[in-house]
């Protein structure tokens, strides 16, 4: 049990940097973009490559985070250049990565095993809290920096923010470059972690980064910048040990991952609405009860009188 956990845990702090990214799209600049399913695999399949051609796993590391990049901004340019809907335009972005992923890899699957990687001397327990921890308070940073705040209003109000003369063009691709270089990171790290690089690893990666980011701001928040972006973090974790103890059930299996994954993020979805919809009829029972006392303590006067 207690391996299972730490395991979860670790799980969690790992993919925390993908929450992160699909945080910036579906909750900063409200796109919904898929291309997240084909960063993930390039972050994985650029770090893979180079660290089994001889490359430093820092450098394939970040290489991995450039790649993310570009895919990211390609997307943007379709969408704002192209015109093309968002979500057709993440689409359109994902279904071209997974033939450019074939090419970085040449094959589906590229083993790590034997490799010097991050991981081959650091343990993830220990180095990744610092690496999340120190990604969420640049990302804090830059959020109030000019350019992070245009990207905030771009999501609020776009026609607004365009009429005081910002380039709403130029926000978007920096919000979507910046999404994906954070999954791509994601990806690489996760290959390095399991020892392999495969091409169907980034299927359902969107659904697990919306479960983090719904878990984390229905448990803990997002009252501030500072704390969706914490929530997220938080959320990815507790995601994954929901999971780890949902698959020791003994009737479910492995292959019931897909269907757990979709369970949890309908109830994190529906459970705010129950607990609003509750607190709506607590507060209209209350003033029914108000309302009827007064009328009773009228009445009681009057009879007096």
Not at 211 to 217: C, D, H, K, L, P
Not at 227 to 238: F, R
Not at 268 to 297: G, Y
Request: net charge positive; proline share 2%; aromatic share 8%.
């Amino acid at each position: 049990m207690i391996n299972s956990l730490l395991g979860a845990l670790e799980s969690g702090l790992l993919y925390a940097l993908m929450a992160l990214g699909v945080y910036i799209t579906f909750r900063i600049l409200d796109f919904p973009d898929l291309t997240v399913d084909g960063s993930f695999t390039t972050g994985g399949a650029i770090a893979a490559v180079m660290i089994t051609g001889g490359f430093s796993p820092w450098i394939a590391t970040a290489a991995a985070f450039c790649g993310g990049l570009v895919a990211g901004s390609i997307t943007g340019m379709i969408h704002t250049k192209g015109r093309i809907n968002g979500l057709l335009s993440g689409i359109l972005m994902m279904i071209a990565l997974y033939s450019i992923n074939m090419r970085i890899m040449g094959k589906p699957n590229v083993a790590l095993l034997g490799e010097t990687t991050l991981f081959s001397s650091l343990s993830p327990l220990l180095f990744m809290p610092f690496v999340v921890i120190a990604i969420k308070l640049l990302l804090d940073l830059f959020f109030r920096t000019e350019w992070g705040l245009a990207l905030r209003a771009t999501g609020d109000n776009k026609r607004m923010i365009r009429s005081f003369g910002a380039n709403t063009d130029f926000t978007i691709i920096i919000g979507l470059s910046l999404s994906n270089g954070l999954v791509a990171l994601s990806g690489a790290l996760i290959a390095q972690q399991s020892g392999f690089a495969d091409i169907s690893s980034g299927i359902g990666m969107i659904v697990i980064g919306l479960a983090s980011v719904i878990i984390g701001e229905a448990i803990f928040g997002a009252r501030t910048v500072f704390w969706a972006t914490l929530a997220a973090v938080l959320g990815s974790i507790v995601y994954r040990l929901v999971v780890a103890m949902a698959l020791r059930v003994e009737w479910l299996e492995q292959t019931d991952l897909k269907l757990i994954t979709a369970v949890i993020v309908i109830v994190a979805l529906v459970l705010p609405t129950l607990q609003r919809s509750w607190k709506q009829k607590k507060q209209a029972q209350r003033r029914a009860d108000e309302i009827a006392q007064i009328a009773a303590e009228r009445q009681t006067a009057g009879g007096g009188l």
